[in-house]
């Protein structure tokens, strides 16, 4: 009997420490959960803050170029009304200025 009752004994303890490392097991797996869900989060606030920021320098990028052609086109309209309309500044002599007083 004795030698029954130490074994039931040791099986309920057996089964007492399997649980308790099935729960142990269970809230880490759950601890961890959690963290790689903030960290996925954080990342994800990261990478749509930097995705502002492409957005964000495209536009400008847009705006440089428009800028970049506007400048090469006045000296390309210029050069061209030297060239094919053979326009000219005329000198001082041909200039008159008009006052409205």
Do not use: C
Request: proline letters at 2%.
């Amino acid at each position: 009997m004795i030698k029954n009752h130490k074994l039931i004994e040791k099986s309920i303890l057996q089964q007492v420490a399997i649980v308790l490392l099935i729960i142990i097991a269970i809230m880490g797996s759950a601890f961890m959960v959690v963290n790689q869900v903030f960290n996925y989060r954080h990342d994800y606030r990261g990478y749509n803050n930097l995705m502002k920021e492409k957005d964000d320098l495209n536009a400008e990028w847009g705006r440089l170029l428009i800028e970049q052609q506007t400048f090469g086109a006045t000296a390309q309209i210029g050069s061209r009304a030297v060239t094919q309309l053979r326009m000219y500044s005329p000198p001082a002599t041909q200039t008159v200025v008009i006052s409205t007083k």
